[in-house]
């Protein structure tokens, strides 16, 4: 089993998407437990199709993909926000236009490309064996930022949570806090796509919070849960990729939803042996 995990890891490109799925997954589980407990994976989802077309111009015109899906991710934000508190639209009817909007935009964009089936592939769904030490050292600026983030708010994001006018009368700022909180996250889409793709990193915002939320309860140990359950779907992802020749973003995100449900149905069997103990 150990020369497995040794075989796998022993190539340095493996090594390097190790490492940068790891800090991906610092950054997408510190933000996925607030988007997790305040009910915002669908907005979450938009957000990472909503980088699509600032990476596609920046593979079409030959810039950074970074700054493009920063620039994206920012105006995104901001059209969220705006669609929330400004328009009679439902906030998730507007979420929904902008999510299918963007992603059809990038798709256009991408299609001036000569390359445009290798550009689509590599931009939905990443390319986890080709990241960089460039790539690596991005992320790890973006995950400190998240975090330095998300400690410094941690009051504004949990008053939040709980009661939007509450926070407003102990002088929070809500509307603050929820651009702040968009800011993060679309710092964080943009840390996690070179390794796993706008498409699939859905799966590490939401997996591993969602399956730290079964287990614990207090909110900063559900994200030190969360990043220990998103570094076992990484590591499991890359063995499973690397033996059997599968997609490795893809793979990580299959097993990290996987892990919720597997959570899932043993903190159900726990609940049902207790009911039953106590009836007995």
């Known amino acids: 089993m150990l ?9 340095a490109f493996m090594q390097r998407a190790l490492l940068g799925s790891l800090v991906a997954v610092v950054a997408t589980s510190l933000v996925g437990t607030w988007v997790v407990l305040r009910g915002l994976a669908f907005l979450g989802d938009a957000l990472a199709h909503g980088v699509i077309p600032g990476i596609a111009l920046a593979v079409l015109w030959g810039f950074s993909p970074v700054i493009g899906a920063l620039a994206a991710a920012l105006v995104m934000s901001g059209a969220v926000t705006l669609v929330s508190t400004r328009s009679a639209v439902r906030e998730d009817t507007g979420i929904g236009l902008l ?21 689509v592939t590599t931009l939905l769904f990443g390319d986890v064996l080709g990241v960089t030490g460039a790539d690596i050292r991005g992320q790890a600026v973006a995950a400190a930022v998240v975090l330095v983030v998300i400690v410094l708010g941690h009051r504004p994001f949990l008053a939040l949570t709980f009661n939007r006018d509450k926070a407003a009368t102990l002088g929070m700022h809500p509307a603050l806090a929820q651009a702040a909180l968009l800011a993060v996250l679309a710092v964080s889409i943009v840390a996690s796509f070179q390794a ?25 140990l559900m994200m030190v849960t969360s990043v220990a359950a998103g570094a076992v779907a990484v590591v499991a992802g890359l063995l499973v990729s690397f033996h059997h020749g599968t997609a490795g973003g893809a793979t990580i995100a299959a097993v990290s ?6 959570v899932l149905v043993g903190v159900e069997l726990r609940r049902w042996q207790q009911v039953r103990t106590l009836t007995t």
């Open 196 to 220: 796993i793709g706008t498409l699939l990193v859905f799966g590490l915002l939401v997996g591993p919070p969602a399956t730290a939320s079964l287990l614990v309860r207090r909110v900063p």
């Open 3 to 11: 020369d497995l995990v040794t075989e796998a890891f022993e190539p």
């Open 257 to 262: 939803v996987g892990l919720f449900f597997v």
């Open 99 to 119: 999510f299918v909007g963007m992603l059809s935009l990038g798709v256009i964009i991408v299609s001036r490309s000569e390359t445009f089936t290798t550009d």
